[in-house]
Each structure stands twice: as C-alpha cells, then as structure tokens.
T-cell receptor
C-alpha cells in the first residue's frame, strides 16, 4: 500500500515563514510533487523533487529526504493570497501512477 | 492560450441518470487523467490515457467510463452504477517532454446527484 500524511490545517501570520511537512511510505518512488489549490479551483504545480536536497523557487522551497520518506514545503514572506490547500503527491514507478495526500489547508492571518 | 478546459463548472443530475463530463486540452499532451476529489481526501485516480484509443483503469474506475478518440479530448461518463457520484471531478494532462512530467489540471466540474 501507500500512505501519504500531511497535517490537515495550519495557520500562520502574514510576512512569516511556514513549513508544511509530508511523510510517505511507498515502493518504486519516482518523484515528489507539491501543488497549491485554492478553494474550488484546480491544483497548480509548485515544485518537484526526485533527488535528496532542497529546491528553491522564489518564495517557495521544497526539500526531500528519500531515506526518511519525508518532504517539506517552505513558504517565506507569507502573503494573504497564500491561503490555500497544499497537496503533496508521490509518483511511483511510471508517469501515470501519482498518489496524492489529503492536503494541508493553510490560513494566513494579518 | 494553451490550457485544459472542463465544462460545465457545476452540474446537477437526478439519481439513475448517466452524465458525461467534458475535458479538452490544447497543450498537445499525450497523457490525460481523471481524478475525483472528496472533502478531506486526496485526489483519487479514476482513469488515465497515455495515447489516443488507449486508456487504463485507476484506483476507483467502477461506475465510470471514458473514451480517447482524439488527442485533445478525454470525456468521462459517470454512470448510474456509481454509488456515490457527488464529488469534484478534475481532469489533468501531462507531456512526455517535461523532465518532471508534472500534471496540469483543468478548473474542475462539481457534480451533484440527488
């Protein structure tokens, strides 16, 4: 089987930094993705990690440790528009086998 | 502008009726996918297609059917056999030329069956 776990909800303050964790158990690991999804809208791609380490893209960074089955998404200089759900997804074996976590709903407060 | 379109955004049907959700993409992507999203749960794969005239079942294909007659189009039919059809349905596509093969999602169709 495959488990992907992430916190259900988080709250942070505008201008601050927040880290959203994701742990997974899977065989045939072939990449980890983070998506952002605003309420009632489509998920949009944020980041991709397949090797261990940190990938930085502007205010967003994503980290992966394959040996620990662990990833995090780091959001810096939080803005109100960052309030959304953040989905962790793991790809197995081939490009079509993608499994999603339930998502972390982030609320940014003034 | 390239992208994925799904229509309509909201759809209401009576129990016992089949309903077809449309998904069109002009990204020239080979692979297309259908997911279902329920509150508090992750996206679950219904069907996917890697090339025209070929498709495979995902984790929750029962009660659904698809076709892939054109590269641009991947319609999903929710049949009366689907026991709990009310959900948010998302279509996605991906390209074999992208190193990460990330999936691009359409805006979704929220189906309510009463």
């Amino acid at each position: 089987g495959q488990n992907i776990d992430q916190p259900t909800e988080m709250t942070a303050t505008e201008g601050a930094i927040v880290q959203i964790n994701c742990t997974y158990q899977t065989s045939g690991f072939n990449g980890l993705f983070w998506y952002q999804q605003h309420a009632g809208e489509a998920p949009t791609f944020l980041s991709y990690n397949v090797l261990d380490g940190l990938e930085e893209k502007g205010r967003f960074s994503s980290f992966l440790s394959r040996s620990k089955g662990y990833s995090y998404l780091l959001l810096k200089e939080l803005q109100m528009k960052d309030s959304a759900s953040y989905l962790c997804a793991v790809r197995r074996y081939n490009n079509n086998d993608m499994r999603f976590g339930a998502g972390t709903r982030l609320t940014v407060k003034p | 502008d390239g992208g994925i379109t799904q229509s309509p955004k909201y759809l209401f049907r009576k129990e016992g009726q089949n309903v077809t959700l449309s998904c069109e993409q002009n990204l020239n992507h080979d692979a297309m996918y259908w997911y279902r999203q329920d509150p508090g749960q992750g996206l679950r794969l219904i069907y996917y297609s890697q090339i025209v005239n070929d498709f495979q079942k995902g984790d929750i294909a029962e009660g659904y059917s698809v076709s892939r007659e054109k590269k641009e189009s991947f319609p999903l039919t929710v049949t009366s056999a689907q026991k709990n059809p009310t959900a948010f349905y998302l279509c996605a596509s991906s390209s074999g030329t992208s190193l990460s093969y990330e999936q691009y999602f359409g805006p979704g169709t929220r189906l309510t069956v009463t």
